[in-house]
């Protein structure tokens, strides 16, 4: 589609500062509306993530980016590439003004770092490096300059306290299982879960916490009015009325593939921590891990049966980083993301039987005597190496408890409970 409008001949003339290059932004000299629009066309006419773009943005700001870029005199060929093949779609400016008119009507509201609600977490990225990077996405994973969103809760506060919960689109019976069970759970607790809304792993998160009534938040590779997949609509619709659908590219965006990737390291750097359920050798789920392992953040792994594909992504990061932690049950995840020493998960333990309660003279005459046999006084001490008084006074203590019976002939263990039948 043509997006620049009857009559448009191409951008407007940027302004000039002495020395041929547009001025940086001043307090006065720009509305905060035109800052906004220069947000949503500064992703347009460039993928999020990219550098040189965040770079420009951080010295000169974003009014005075966009005039240098329209003006093809961007740092780097690539950009200038870029900016050009994207332009002549349209004029950067009206997409944007477009875009933030769709959006209002959408519903959808942008958000920019000037905004109270900002994310301030995904200012982390600009330390993000990812070693033996060579791909774009693997490269270009700067912070967002603004977000789109739909929901009624304040995006900084609903993700103020959130884990990310994210995996293969083909789960397993048993990874959706879990990613369920993750998602009630850490929605029970008040935690937000955040996940991409594709098939399996991310649906089943997304609807754990949506059945706890809790909060969950999904950030999209698209438009934030274009669900992707279709079959998720009817949950995409769900999520923004009780919790918040994000992305980064204009209303309207189309899900292509390399915006997955660049998605990914949003979700990394916007939640307290990630969790990895289900996996193959070769997916993006285990890039979005990598990336919260490149930012420091609590990075989890769920293991899965050795002899299933989905494991394979999941138990090489626990092999290959050391910093990865297993984890198996929400208590798991909140003793990595929760506050240092109030949210410890309880150590695994078997069911207490009766007799983790005796003490060792009483668990040792009580191993002495034989299944199926009754046994005399001093045989029993014998055995357990106890002295007879000792052995006669455990003896009847565990009587009392149902242990043991008393024989004619001796003692003997007694006779397990009767089954109960329904």
Known sequence: MDHRGPGRAGPARPRRRRGGHPAPDRGGRVSADDRRLARVALTWLAEPGTRSVYALVERIGPVATLDLLLS?????????????????????????????????????????????????????????????????????????????????????????????????????????????????????????????????????????????????????????????????????????????????????????????????????AATNGTVLVEAAARSGATQTLNRALGLRRPAMVVPGPVTSAMSVGGHEVLRERPEARLVTNVAHVLEEVGRIGYDLAPPARAPERPRDRLDEEATQVLEALPRRRTLDLESVAARAGVDLRTAMRKLSMLEELAMVVRRDDGYALAPPPPVARS
């Open 72 to 268: 093809g005199e961007a740092p780097e060929r690539t950009l200038r590439s870029a900016v050009a093949a994207r332009g002549v779609s349209g004029d950067a400016r009206t997409v944007a003004a477009e875009a933030l008119a769709r959006g209002e009507r959408l519903g959808a509201r942008l958000v920019t770092p000037e905004d109270d609600e900002w994310l301030a977490q995904v200012g982390d990225l600009r330390r993000l490096a990812l070693s033996g990077a060579t791909r774009r996405v693997d490269v270009e994973t700067d912070p967002p300059l603004c977000f789109w969103v739909r929901g009624a809760w304040s995006l900084g506060e609903a993700l103020a306290r959130s884990v990310a919960v994210v995996g293969a689109r083909a789960a397993t019976p048993y990874g959706a299982h879990i990613a369920t069970e993750l998602g009630y759970g850490l929605a029970d607790r008040e935690w937000t879960v955040v996940s991409g809304g594709a098939f399996g792993i991310d649906a089943a998160a997304h609807r754990g916490a949506l059945t706890a009534g809790g909060r969950t938040v999904a950030v999209l590779a698209c438009g934030v009015d274009r669900p992707y997949p279709m079959g998720n609509a009817a949950l995409f619709d769900r999520i923004a009325e009780t919790g918040l659908l994000v992305s980064e590219w204009i209303p309207g965006a189309e899900p292509l593939r390399p915006r997955f990737l660049i998605r990914n390291r949003v979700i990394a």
